[in-house]
């Protein structure tokens, strides 16, 4: 006896999309597919036993959800040897490592520097013979710079991904992970990353879900940090939301911290705030990120980023900011302060590295007021506690 089961899909079109997969956090051209409430991810040239499938209650909490998001992006854009000319310093894009002859993967990265070299031709075709310096953001080489050719680079397309079966799917996660907080928020749980097992053949990448877990948070939002690490950032714009900035990060550096924007005064013309992340790894590419002297993190004003301190250890960062209460990481980032990247050389650099300067000599300035307002507080607490013996 036969069953008749309908379902509801929702196609995509054939391999227009781009994936970051889990295993080895490189980009592959997939279609995707949803069929009930599965999300099915097809990588181009590989079989249907790597497909991924996902279910809406994978993700525990709304920063997972964002973050599986955040992997989907149009295609990105081949460049031809006669388009050199768009790849100018600070240009992001697409390129390709060699793992060995039938192994090639893709990874983000910004240009650094072009060298370039006269074209020539070739059978009455263009051939493009410049070099691009390539600062990695992530894959083998993040953070390192590297010397490429053009036909391994593409261009990422800036345009806002669309997907019906991706919008569909995440809707219904949205939905499903609200659920979830509702009905966890009053008890003190803590809910794990949703954490991937892949496996590769001769360079797929394709990941497979492990069930996540639920485990009894013993104390605050810091301690549940393996590894607690964190990064203090001075001279934020006001009206700056931690949603901004982790959406900012994560499409820099494939990384997804947790955010706190501190409280300020109505005198104060800035503000600061913490980056908190969940491991060495991800510190250590996150750090060399704000650190690299060839960039500055700006506002749309102009106001650059500085890093104040770094923090690894979960006593160093009491001693330091003590107990956080995370802001909203929920609220709509279009109202919020929009952030870039500036690069060495550029006019913008030039503005963001002089304010930068002056902020620092500003908090050095104030370092120097704290120490003396210390030190006169101490005589005060001495001359009284003299006057009480005599």
């Known amino acids: 006896m036969s069953h008749n089961t309908q379902l509801s899909i929702v196609p995509s079109p054939d391999y227009t999309v781009e994936f970051r997969a889990y295993k080895d956090d490189a980009w592959y051209t997939v279609t995707v597919l949803l069929v009930g409430e ?48 768009q790849l100018v310093k600070g240009v992001k894009v697409c390129a390709c490592h060699s793992f060995g002859d039938d192994d090639v993967r893709f990874y983000d990265a910004f240009v650094d520097e072009v060298q370039e070299n006269e074209h020539t031709t070739k059978a009455d075709e263009e051939v493009c013979l410049c070099t691009f310096i390539l600062f990695w953001l992530h894959g083998p080489n ?53 954490e991937m097992v892949a496996y590769s053949n001769k360079g797929s990448s ?16 810091l301690e549940r940090i393996k590894t607690p690490c964190m990064i203090l950032v001075g001279n934020l714009d006001k009206d700056l939301c931690s949603s901004t900035v982790i959406e900012f990060l994560h499409r820099h550096t494939s990384v997804s911290p947790r955010v706190f924007i501190f409280p300020s005064l109505p005198s104060e013309i800035f503000t600061g705030g913490a980056i908190a992340l969940d491991s060495e790894k991800d510190f250590r590419k996150l750090r060399d990120f704000l650190t690299n002297p060839n960039s500055i993190i700006t506002s749309s004003a102009g106001r650059p980023w500085v890093v104040l301190e770094t923090l690894v250890g979960l006593k160093k960062i009491k001693a330091s900011v003590g107990k956080l209460v995370p ?36 908090s050095s300035h104030m370092e120097r007021l704290y120490k003396r307002l210390a030190l006169e507080e101490l005589k005060i607490f001495a001359s009284e506690s003299i006057g009480e013996l005599a």
């Open 38 to 85: 599965t999300l099915n991810i097809k990588y181009l040239n590989f079989s249907d036993d790597h497909d991924d499938l996902y279910k809406p209650t994978d993700f525990k909490t709304l920063e997972e959800r964002n973050e599986f998001k955040a992997r989907f992006r149009p295609l990105s854009k081949q460049v031809q040897d006669n388009e050199c000319r």
């Open 142 to 194: 993040a953070g390192n710079l590297t010397a490429s050719k053009i036909e391994d680079i593409c261009i990422v397309q800036t345009a806002t991904y669309s997907d019906p079966a991706v919008a569909s799917f995440l809707k219904m996660a949205r939905e499903k992970t609200e659920c979830i907080s509702s009905l966890t928020s009053s008890r003190p749980m803590e809910v794990s990353g949703l």
């Open 206 to 221: 394709t990941a497979r879900r492990r069930s996540c877990s639920l485990k009894k948070n013993e104390d605050n939002d």
């Open 327 to 362: 802001t909203s990481q929920n609220g709509n980032s279009e109202t919020s302060n929009d952030l870039k990247v500036v690069h060495s050389g550029s006019k913008e650099f030039k503005m963001a590295s002089d304010r930068r300067n002056l902020f620092l000599e500003f």
